[in-house]
């Protein structure tokens, strides 16, 4: 019988299965991971300059969803943190020599389970700031409309 640990994962599967189910399931690949985050960095940008706004209300409602979503990321953060780590094997030459590529694996390049997870994690924060930035571009466009309209009273 297998544990539950709050995070839609169960003790049975490994840190591994893990964090590349829940990756899977929200973003997909390597490819899709490496797209989001460089999406969002390109949100951000825009919105710095003062291409897009968004209303708080509608602002609010999407920064609540990223923040659920990095937040179920965060439990996972420690099965990623053991990823990068070297398994313990052995202390004999083969074994730490299989640790490592076991560990190297994980966290060797773009395309590795651990760096595909971190691409996610700045793609979520790069689009909560891009909302926060939109969020006040609006409010500073729609102080800017009601000055312009003020000028009409009377």
């Avoid at 985050?37 to 291409?51: F, I, P, R, S, V």
């Avoid at 979503?69 to 053991?82: P, S």
């Avoid at 074994?95 to 994980?106: F, L, N, P």
């Avoid at 926060?132 to 003020?150: E, K, M, S, T, W």
């Amino acid at each position: 019988m297998s544990d539950d640990l709050g995070d839609g994962s169960s003790s049975s599967e490994s840190p591994v299965q893990s964090v590349a189910s829940a990756i899977t399931s929200v973003i997909g690949g390597p490819d899709q991971a490496k797209s989001f985050a460089d999406g969002a960095k390109h949100m951000l940008a825009e919105a710095q300059a003062g291409q897009w706004a968004v209303d708080e209300e509608t602002g609010t409602h999407l920064r609540n969803a990223i923040s659920q979503a990095r937040k179920q990321f965060d439990g996972l953060r420690i099965r990623v943190d053991l990823l990068r780590q070297r398994p313990k094997l052995g202390d004999d030459t083969y074994a730490i020599t299989v640790a490592e590529h076991m560990r190297g694996a994980m966290d060797s390049d773009e395309q590795s389970l651990v760096r595909v997870f971190l691409a996610l994690l700045e793609g979520l924060d790069s689009l909560r700031e891009a909302l926060d930035v939109a969020i006040a571009n609006y409010d500073a466009a729609d102080d800017a409309a009601v000055q312009r309209l003020g000028q009409f009273k009377d």
